[in-house]
């Protein structure tokens, strides 16, 4: 059964500072792969997907992930950390074929920005 | 926004009863997900419906039980519910040959 871990339940950084959140999957196949933010009360919005085109993957506010299929592994991150990024973030992964898409999330990272 | 629309926002009731969440998806999506975000279990897959067809089922409980009606739009019903069925309950939209889900802003149901 495909699973995803992500590393650190809660990171936080300062203004300005480097964002990496951590996220490994556990798939035979390369699944297709998703980082989704939730600010709070609220639901979930895509930040960007892997689904098997170019390995380093750019999304929305800044953030970019890299597919690594040797370490099993989608980080996301971000060069410079704004207030407003600090959120929930989940890593999610879903078949890479058939007609399920179901999305198996990790446990999420809470990301605390300090000014 | 990303044109899911989930009603009611908030539900309160007690333990023993039954309820309703409605979920709509954004126009031209014939797939809908259902995921259920707890503190203890996190985010979890419940079932997924097709054009009125349900397609897959995860770690649904025999107590809940959904439907995706003509217009496309879903209901998901708790029945006998717990105090551990408190939690957020989320509806995806996506479209046939598209993986990527999109999420509507959740109901959150509070079993007392």
């Known amino acids: 059964a495909q699973s995803v871990t992500q590393l650190g339940s809660h990171v936080s950084v300062s203004e300005g500072a480097l964002v990496l959140l951590r996220c490994n999957y556990s798939s035979s196949v390369p699944p297709y792969l998703f980082w989704y933010v939730q600010y709070p009360n609220q639901g979930l919005q895509l930040l960007l997907k892997?689904?098997?085109?170019?390995?380093l993957v750019k999304g929305i506010n800044g953030f970019e992930a890299e597919f690594k299929k040797s370490e099993t592994s989608f980080h996301l991150t971000k060069p410079s950390a704004h207030m407003s990024d600090a959120a929930e973030y989940f890593c999610a992964a879903s078949n890479s074929g058939g007609s399920n898409y179901k999305l198996t999330f990790g446990k999420g990272t809470l990301l605390t920005v300090n000014p | 926004d990303s044109g899911v629309t989930q009603t009611p926002k908030h539900l309160i009731t007690a333990t023993g009863q039954r309820v309703t969440l409605r979920c709509s998806p954004r126009s031209g999506d014939l797939s809908v997900y259902w995921y259920q975000q707890s503190l203890d279990q996190g985010l979890q897959f419940l079932i997924q419906?097709?054009?009125?067809?349900?397609?897959a089922k995860g770690n649904i409980l025999e107590r809940f039980s959904a439907q995706q009606f003509p217009d496309l739009h879903s209901e998901l019903n708790l029945s006998s519910l717990e105090l551990g069925d408190s939690a957020l309950y989320f509806c995806?939209?996506?479209?046939?040959?598209?993986?990527?889900?999109?999420f509507g802003p959740g109901t959150r149901l509070t079993v007392t």
């Open positions: 892997y689904t098997s085109a170019a390995t």
């Open positions: 995806a939209s996506s479209v046939e040959t598209d993986y990527e889900q999109y």
């Open positions: 419906y097709y054009n009125g067809e349900e397609r």
